[in-house]
């Protein structure tokens, strides 16, 4: 009997690299999970953090998906190595900050290294010719495949059809009568695919997890870069970029104020990181402040905005407790700005 052959399938955590792997699986494939931490997907900043909307848990999309296929999982950090990917995209940027095209080679190649490593065959992907304009396009197929390395063992069985036979198919290792030639954005045929396979419940088509894709977050990383002075980032300041309130009444600072409890409990870990700010008389928000010359009246604008966040609101005064970073404590009672006078323009 022929050996069986292995293939390992990128899973994103959405329905496209789900019913890929699922394929493959009807196919007498042995399928493995892969899914790169780069820490800009809500699900992984989620996980590590803790820190979830509305106080309510979400579940990891990528574990989930694995688990419902059967099939092993394996999560790979490359938070350092992606960094290069996002500050210098040799195919430039989506509608935002999003170097998509270099990230599916980058993980592709990422990919084709672990195969050679734990002796794969191929592997697989959910890509669909035509479904997002900067990765999945017919032109920019084969340059993945170049790109990263992996050749005609890079395997898309929901576009298949559409595509040159890959050498899983050639070899006969994959049927390509029964791999597909899906195009085009609308997901209605995987979604009736899905049906056939019994699948019910799967994370909303068209989704993503990716931040840098968000117009919100990216001004946000801008805001972050001009304000350092560099184009660079840790993985810390990826956290606190998706999390809380952040404003900049000018140019000296910038205030994360918490939205609930969750990420007050999370956001107090960066006390010492930074100076910060946090509500004595009444419940409220942490907040941390990020910039070193802050002038006296800069902290009392910083106390008001966290008493206007806080139970406190409506209160003549609040008693708040400013620590700077690395030095001592102050209390004082502060009247909350009123909700007209947080100005529009200082939220980032």
Known sequence: ???????????????????????MLDQGIHVEG?????????????????????NTPTRNHAFWVAEQLGIEHHII?????????????????????NPCLDCKIFMVGKAQEWIREHGFDFIVTGEVIGQRPKSQRKETMPIIARESGADDLLLRPLSALNLPPTLPEREGWVDRDKLLGLSGRSRKPQMALAA????????????????????NYTHKLQDF???????????????????????RPNNRFKLIVSREESETRYMEGYRKSFHHIKTVSHPGPITLIDGDDLTPDDWKLAAAVTARFSKGRDAAEVEVRM??????????????????????????
């Open 323 to 348: 620590v700077p970073k690395g030095g001592e404590a102050e209390l004082i009672r502060i009247t909350p700005l009123k909700p007209e006078e947080v100005l529009k323009s200082w939220y980032l």
């Open 196 to 215: 056939q396979y019994g699948i019910t419940e799967y994370a909303q088509p068209a989704g993503g997890c990716c931040v840098l894709t968000d117009e």
């Open 225 to 247: 870069w001009t304000h350092r002075g560099k184009r660079d980032y840790e993985f810390d300041d990826i956290l606190l970029l998706n999390m809380g309130r952040h404003l």
């Open 77 to 97: 950090n490359i938070v350092d190595e992606y960094k290069d990917i996002v500050l210098n995209p040799k195919h430039g940027y989506g509608a935002n900050l």
């Open 1 to 23: 009997m022929a050996a069986q052959r292995k293939a390992v399938a990128l899973i994103s955590g959405g329905l496209d690299s789900m019913l890929a792997a699922r394929m």
């Open 34 to 54: 892969i899914t790169f931490f780069t820490g800009f997907c809500t699900d992984g900043l989620h996980h590590m953090s803790g820190v979830y909307r509305d």
